[in-house]
T-cell receptor, first 115, second 116 residues
Framework: KNQVEQSPQSLIILEGKNCTLQ??????????LRWYKQDTGRGPVSLTI?????NTKSNGRYTATLDADTKQSSLHITASQLSDSASYIC??????????????FGKGTKLSVIP | GAVVSQHPSRVICKSGTSVKIECRSL??????MFWYRQFPKQSLMLMAT?????????EQGVEKDKFLINHASLTLSTLTVTSAHPEDSSFYIC????????????FGPGTRLTVL
């Protein structure tokens, strides 16, 4: 069964601190993995995208890693800011036949950055 | 960058009425648009895939007669929730895939539907 599991469910950190969010998946055949940031009441915004051959991808203070062998990914946020408070969603894409792709969404990690 | 808009951003309606939500790709053509529903603290659930000029493909368990989808042009798809009930209250998000581009989907800001 194609699944994406994220941990922790929620996280509270102090402003300026770093944190790491985890994503484990069983999606197959794997196409790519994306991390999205979703602010409350808004649509998801893409942070990073990684294919099978990529181990790490950075976007400013966000750094994503991918271990395709263990089917694990992480999103590391450096020097957190209050505006980082949001849900972070891991999404894995698989090729589902006839050239189409299917996305499997994790439930997200709700991050709260406090002063 | 690729921008997707939705209108309205939030709507409150009475039970039994129909509500139309628009999804537009503002600066690109989208042959395929997707409609998702998201309940509180849950992940996005795909409802249907909409291809321009053809009938939408609905996911298992999604009633096509209740959630009418029209993809009349390369920049517009609409979702109509017919005879809405309180259990239809949710956050509806559309996404669009660029015509001739990669498989990346660009998400709209979402529409909060509340049925009283």
């Amino acid at each position: 069964k194609n699944q994406v599991e994220q941990s922790p469910q929620s996280l509270i950190i102090l402003e300026g601190k770093n944190c790491t969010l985890q994503c484990n998946y069983t999606v197959s055949p794997f196409s790519n993995l994306r991390w999205y940031k979703q602010d409350t009441g808004r649509g998801p915004v893409s942070l990073t995208i990684m294919t099978f051959s990529e181990n790490t991808k950075s976007n400013g203070r966000y750094t994503a890693t991918l271990d395709a062998d263990t089917k694990q990914s992480s999103l590391h946020i450096t020097a957190s800011q209050l505006s980082d408070s949001a849900s972070y969603i891991c999404v894995v894409s698989r090729l589902s036949g006839a050239g189409s792709y299917q996305l499997t969404f994790g439930k997200g990690t709700k991050l709260s950055v406090i002063p | 960058g690729a921008v997707v808009s939705q209108h309205p951003s939030r709507v409150i309606c009475k039970s039994g009425t129909s509500v139309k939500i628009e999804c537009r790709s503002l600066d690109f053509q989208a042959t395929t648009m997707f409609w998702y529903r998201q309940f509180p603290k849950q992940s996005l659930m795909l409802m249907a895939t909409s291809n321009e000029g053809s009938k939408a493909t609905y996911e298992q368990g999604v009633e096509k007669d209740k959630f009418l989808i029209n993809h009349a042009s390369l920049t517009l798809s609409t979702l109509t929730v017919t005879s809405a009930h309180p259990e239809d209250s949710s956050f509806y998000i559309c996404s669009a895939r660029i015509r001739g581009g990669s498989n990346e989907q660009f998400f709209g800001p979402g529409t909060r539907l509340t049925v009283l």
